[in-house]
């Protein structure tokens, strides 16, 4: 019925013989029920679903047939809950038809209760069409599939499509329904049909022997999160042609699991709009080969070509071809990358015999082309491949032997073992033409569509280890955030890599008030990165920075012993002005936190140095050697300071380093707390002549020797004349103020009121970060 002897056979691609299709004759003409007035269903439409009429239909419908679904004059909806598709049949949605999907999510319900909600891992939901272990079926016609993902679900105040970018920000799985769900499948044909707004994928076909998409339309908001097009999973002889795909995830994504492969896909003369582009991944654990993609045009995606996988879910991916493809205003052009998520595993990916040819990116990008090591590198061949504004574009090469076609573009990536080999016939290439490829996604004007609520744009960046997220590594996400700063939301994980923001106005955000779910971690050294300021596994250059919900932690010493010399690790250095730290964890032994202010310029009595302002609200802070240092002008309230094992503890070493300098460090309402078994601890010693430091209202334990300060190295330096060491209404244990050093100092109330927060740092633009928090939670 639907494959007969066509033009489409090469030895990488589907090995049927592929021609249009044709809509077989009906076995019985369906006759819509409901209208909808200007996109809009009655308010009781739920309640006259055509569920049973529609599978009743199929069920007694003779193989070779079709049953097709006609509008009724104004009537043009059929409104249902889950169907299940027969062998031999075809459902046919008539143009200016709609098949509408219900949005009770108990008709979706695996278990009860189990569609419509948040939770882990797993499935939730049945698709609103269902095929499974089913031949020669398919889906045709010129109406329209309706998943309604932007309506709102019965009695819920929220659209399945608000309840999956939910989950994305609480790094939660929504359990929503799909529009169609292909499994154990032989023979199926999607024609010419419209699919709409689903709630999650419109169409995955798993474990099949022969599935076509052609001339098929998918039209969903590039603002609906998961809306993944069209994913053939571990399937063979799998064709996708003529079709234009505008989704909020990957428009196509090739997968395979564990013993299951997929091979002979053919992606042909096929338009990709806003989505996540041409991908194969992120599973590809049961090998992926033999994949053609021929004749495509893609515009407006967040990625172009990509393969992505990870050792948590990788396998070999070899023998795939791109030709003839323009890309245009596409964020990422090419991603090759065996690090999409931060999993670690034993199921490695590798990519073989991968060829771009023919393929013009006409305006820049970032591209990434790379092996997983030097035993599992990229194989890459460039055949005429060229790339607009590339000095405007980033490229990263590592891992990679690539090879160089007969006909050169301008695409010649170098890197880190990266090895190039050029064809010895090779000469200047062409660049394919591309202009008169980017023409506008189709007029659907016979596919109708219910009113469905469009999420907004979301500008935060969303950082997820499993990727999940828009990004699998924080760094990236800064420096891909505009220069005028960007909301980085970091789902909880452990993230190791080492952080540098530069960029003001970057907010970095845990989704959850537990700090510790989601933590930053490196592990460099003073002694390993080349001086004591190199070694912070967070840098914060920038002004006007934010970080809430996340853990700070360099971890050197958990594999090296604390020596005198060259064990100093930052988990944390601060530069920059009015930079706020709210509950942010921050761990470490000695040098934790470097609250410090930029290079200063002059000396002697020209030293001139900017004022750094930084707040930090509800942190925990631990370390034990002068874990809090640094020249900034920094207030820590309501924090928690933690001083763990050593022989002799500091709590501050604080820098001001002339009398005029705009710097010191003052604790509001902290608690000085310490690990089971630690004493002898100091609350700071004056790292520089004119150190100041001031506690307010804190509570000390037992811990804090009573002498409380000391000098900076006894019998060397005498900063402590000079230093300005106070306290005002110390509590605890440790708040022996008769027997502390007699350099320090006690506040008066009124001497006092000029170290609160709103004063202190107030400045001549008179900032209060008070006040900032205060409104942020009452937006929150």
């Not at 964890?585 to 290079?599: K, P």
Request: net charge negative; charged share 20%.
């Amino acid at each position: 019925m639907l494959f007969i002897a066509g033009t489409y056979a090469a030895p990488a691609q589907d090995a049927r013989h592929v021609v249009e299709p044709h809509i077989p004759p009906a076995c019985v003409v369906l006759q819509a029920r409901v209208a909808a007035v200007d996109g809009v269903l009655r308010a009781d439409a739920e309640g006259d679903l055509d569920t049973a009429r529609i599978q009743l239909a199929m069920d007694q419908c003779a193989a070779g047939k079709a049953v097709e679904l006609k509008a009724n004059g104004s009537k043009q909806t059929f409104l249902a809950g889950p169907l299940t598709l027969r062998s031999g049949v075809t459902l046919v949605i008539d143009a200016d038809t709609s098949l509408a999907a219900s949005i009770n999510p108990r008709l979706y319900d695996i278990t009860p209760g189990s569609c419509g909600i948040l939770g882990e891992h797993g499935r939730g939901c049945k698709p609103l069409l269902n095929g499974n272990d089913i031949s020669d079926a398919g889906i045709m016609g010129d109406g329209s599939i309706d998943g309604r993902g932007g309506a709102r679900i019965l009695g819920e105040n929220v659209t399945w499509w608000q309840l999956a970018h939910r989950a994305k920000v609480l790094d939660k799985y929504q359990k929503v329904p799909g529009l169609i769900e292909l499994s154990h499948v032989h023979e199926f044909t999607l024609y010419r049909i419209t699919l709409r707004d689903s709630p999650a994928h419109h169409v995955v076909v798993h474990n099949s022997d022969g599935f076509t998409a052609w001339g098929v339309k998918i039209m969903t908001p590039g603002t609906a999160r998961n809306t993944d097009g069209i994913n053939p999973v571990s399937s063979t002889n799998v064709t996708i042609a003529h079709c234009y795909i505008h989704a909020g995830d990957d428009n196509v994504a090739i997968s395979s699991g564990q013993g299951a492969p997929a091979s002979g896909i053919s992606i042909l003369d096929d338009h990709f709009y806003t989505g996540h582009g041409m991908s194969i991944g992120s599973g590809t654990g049961g090998g992926i080969a033999h994949v053609l993609v021929r004749n495509l045009t893609i515009e407006g995606a967040t990625n172009g070509i990509r393969i992505k996988s990870d050792p948590s879910r990788g396998g070999l991916v070899q023998d795939i071809k791109y030709e003839n493809v323009c890309i245009r205003n596409v964020t990422n052009p090419i991603v090759l990358t065996p690090h999409y998520t931060n999993f670690s595993g034993e199921l490695i990916p590798e990519y073989r015999d991968i060829t771009l040819r023919n393929v013009h990116v006409v305006t820049p990008g970032d591209y990434i082309l790379a092996g997983l090591d030097a035993e599992h590198e990229l194989g890459l061949t460039l055949d005429n491949v060229f790339a607009d504004g590339l000095n405007d574009s980033h490229v990263l090469s590592e891992y990679a032997s690539i090879t160089l076609g007969s006909a050169l573009g301008n695409l010649d990536p170098q890197g880190p073992n990266v090895t190039v080999a050029r064809a010895p016939d090779g000469r200047p290439g062409v660049a394919l033409p591309c202009g008169a490829r980017f023409v506008p996604f189709p007029a659907l004007k016979s596919a109708p569509r219910l009113n469905v609520e469009v999420p907004p744009e979301d500008k935060t960046l969303y950082v997820a280890a499993d990727g999940t997220g828009d990004y699998y590594s924080i760094q990236r996400a800064i420096d891909v955030a505009p220069a005028g700063g960007a909301v980085i939301s970091v789902a909880p994980g452990t993230y190791h890599e080492v952080l540098t923001i530069n960029k003001p106005h970057i907010v970095l955000r845990g989704p959850y008030e537990d700090a510790s779910k989601t933590l930053v971690v490196a592990g460099k050294s003073s002694g390993t990165a080349g001086g004591t300021l190199n070694s912070a596994t967070v840098n914060v250059l920038a002004d006007d920075f934010l970080a809430e919900n996340i853990s700070f932690v360099n971890d050197f010493n958990r594999t090296h012993p604390q020596l005198q010399q060259g064990s100093q690790a930052v988990a944390l250095l601060v530069r920059g002005d009015r930079d706020i730290f709210e509950n942010v964890r921050i761990r470490g032994n000695q040098d934790t936190l470097y609250a410090g202010v930029g290079e200063c310029s002059g000396s002697g009595a020209d030293r001139a140095c900017p004022v750094a302002r930084q707040y930090f609200d509800r942190c925990f802070i631990e370390g034990n050697v002068d874990f809090i240092f640094g020249d900034g002008k920094t207030v820590f309230d309501h924090c928690v300071i933690r001083s763990n094992q050593h022989f002799e503890g500091f709590i501050t070493a604080q820098g001001k380093s002339y009398a005029g300098q705009d710097s010191g460090f003052v604790f509001h309402d902290c608690r000085l707390v310490a690990t089971p078994g630690v004493g002898n601890v100091y609350l700071g010693r004056p790292w520089r002549p004119y150190a100041t430091v001031v506690y307010l209202n804190t509570w000390m334990d037992a811990h804090v020797i009573p002498a409380g300060w000391r000098e900076w190295h006894p019998g060397e330096t005498d900063y402590l004349p000079t230093a300005t060491y106070a306290e005002y209404q110390s509590s605890g244990p440790g708040a022996n103020l008769l027997l502390r050093e007699p350099h320090s100092g006690r506040l008066s109330r009124q001497q006092s009121e000029k170290f609160e927060p709103e004063y202190f740092l107030r400045g001549s633009d008179g900032w209060n970060p008070t006040a900032i928090l205060k409104r942020k939670r009452f937006n929150d």
